[in-house]
T-cell receptor, first 114, second 110 residues
Framework: DTAVSQTPKYLVTQMGNDKSIKCEQN?????MYWYKQDSKKFLKIMFS???????INETVPNRFSPKSPDKAHLNLHINSLELGDSAVYFC?????????????FGNGTRLTVT | LAKTTQPISMDSYEGQEVNITCSHN???????ITWYQQFPSQGPRFIIQ???TKVTNEVASLFIPADRKSSTLSLPRVSLSDTAVYYC???????????FGKGTRLSVIA
């Protein structure tokens, strides 16, 4: 059983399109995250949700909108895609917010905007 | 989050013990030290976490000196499958990792 699964694994699309990436965790964790890994390999947090509530919203364009229908799911919707959005997007979860509990990551979605 | 410094890359032969050191001079009293491993095309995977002295699990050992200004991840008898990027993070409760640095790229050679 995959603990944190995200789909699709690859996403190729044109500028201006709208796309979504889905994430699900079956670990029973309360907190979920979206991270972006750019071409320089830095992995930076975008959003964090705890029990469906937004906790962290880093400086991310408002074209990016996370949606958490329940605490096991955190989807990422991106409007009006731009070339600079090309990156690998990772979903993650942890047992609880405000703890040192380790993060559990999905295997990433490689987004290519042409 | 305390700033960390680790080597950009390391090479090792199969079967050797590999030690990766991370410097964190401004570590705070409540900070824990956590290491992650990332294989190509995968997300980072938690390896080990510690606060002081030594922690060991089935994958690795983590050595933390008394002043806690550095830590060393020790991988016993590495194999080709240990080729990955290793990240050191330092933080406490309420400090969600905002950024993973570039990590240490370990290449294991046959």
């Amino acid at each position: 059983d995959t603990a944190v699964s995200q789909t699709p694994k690859y996403l190729v699309t044109q500028m201006g399109n709208d796309k979504s990436i889905k994430c699900e965790q079956n670990l029973g964790h309360d907190t979920m995250y979206w991270y972006k890994q750019d071409s320089k390999k830095f992995l930076k947090i975008m959003f964090s949700y705890n029990n469906k509530e937004l906790i962290i919203n880093e400086t991310v364009p408002n074209r990016f909108s996370p949606k958490s229908p329940d605490k096991a799911h955190l989807n990422l919707h991106i409007n009006s895609l731009e070339l600079g959005d090309s990156a690998v997007y990772f979903c993650a979860s942890s047992q609880e917010v405000n703890s040192v509990a380790p993060l559990h990551f999905g295997n990433g979605t490689r987004l290519t905007v042409t | 989050l305390a700033k960390t410094t680790q080597p950009i890359s390391m090479d090792s032969y199969e079967g050797q013990e590999v030690n990766i050191t991370c410097s964190h001079n401004n570590i705070a009293t409540n900070d824990y030290i956590t290491w992650y491993q990332q294989f190509p095309s995968q997300g980072p995977r938690f390896i080990i976490q510690g606060y002081k002295t030594k922690v060991t699990n089935e994958v690795a050992s983590l050595f933390i000196p008394a002043d806690r200004k550095s830590s060393t991840l020790s991988l016993p008898r590495v194999s080709l499958s240990d080729t990955a990027v290793y990240y050191c993070l330092v933080g406490d409760k309420g400090n969600t990792p905002l950024v993973f640095g570039k990590g240490t790229r370990l290449s294991v050679i046959a």
